[in-house]
T-cell receptor
Framework: DADVTQTPRNRITKTGKRIMLECSQT?????MYWYRQDPGLGLRLIYYSFDVKDINKGEISDGYSVSRQAQAKFSLSLESAIPNQTALYFCATGSGGRDTGELFFGEGSRLTVL | GQNIDQPTEMTATEGAIVQINCTYQTSGFNGLFWYQQHAGEAPTFLSY??LDGLEEKGRFSSFLSRSKGYSYLLLKELQMKDSASYLCAVWDSNYQLIWGAGTKLIIKP
């Protein structure tokens, strides 16, 4: 089983619908992140959380919200989806250590908003 | 602003060597990362450099010059499975990761 699991893997929805992307991890990491990836733009940070009571906005948080239900779970919501939120979304976790800072990514959730 | 530049696309031949460059301008520096991402898949960690010099790991090596704001990823003995995008990312002074747009590497037989 994957260490970082995202659901759903693919979703097609319509403008105005509410969408939730879920992420769970078995790595025991405190830090969790949500990124979106668009062709030619690289990874952009939406929200991040360093523990259950800590939620921080990233560079592109408008139109998104998150919930850290437990150390292992971090969900991303689009309250009213719009077409320019069509993208590949990645959840990632990290230990926050100052040694390598390696992030571990889920397999991605491809969202299409019509 | 913070910026990371890397070539959009590169082509190389199987068995050859390729060097992917990355230059950065960030608010502080706490390390530079290289990740590999196959099409439609998640990025996976390749290397981390925080001190100047070359770090070698099998067929892959990563170099850093902090004074020049420059890094490169060197891939030797290229294999078809190395066809992927290579992402450069920098930890800034607040340990926020700043990502480049990635370099798509195409390997030809």
């Amino acid at each position: 089983d994957a260490d970082v699991t995202q659901t759903p893997r693919n979703r097609i929805t319509k403008t105005g619908k509410r969408i939730m992307l879920e992420c769970s991890q078995t790595k025991g990491h405190d830090r969790m992140y949500w990124y979106r990836q668009d062709p030619g733009l690289g990874l952009r940070l939406i929200y991040y959380s360093f523990d259950v009571k800590d939620i921080n906005k990233g560079e592109i948080s408008d139109g998104y919200s998150v919930s850290r239900q437990a150390q292992a779970k971090f969900s991303l919501s689009l309250e009213s989806a719009i077409p320019n939120q069509t993208a590949l979304y990645f959840c990632a976790t990290g230990s926050g250590g100052r040694d390598t800072g390696e992030l571990f990514f889920g397999e991605g959730s491809r969202l299409t908003v019509l | 602003g913070q910026n990371i530049d890397q070539p959009t696309e590169m082509t190389a031949t199987e068995g050859a060597i390729v060097q992917i460059n990355c230059t950065y301008q960030t608010s502080g520096f706490n390390g530079l990362f290289w990740y590999q991402q196959h099409a439609g898949e998640a990025p996976t960690f390749l290397s981390y450099n925080v001190l100047d010099g070359l770090e070698e790991k099998g067929r892959f090596s990563s170099f850093l010059s902090r004074s020049k704001g420059y890094s490169y990823l060197l891939l030797k003995e290229l294999q078809m499975k190395d066809s992927a995008s290579y992402l450069c990312a920098v930890w800034d002074s607040n340990y926020q990761l700043i990502w480049g747009a990635g370099t798509k590497l195409i390997i030809k037989p």
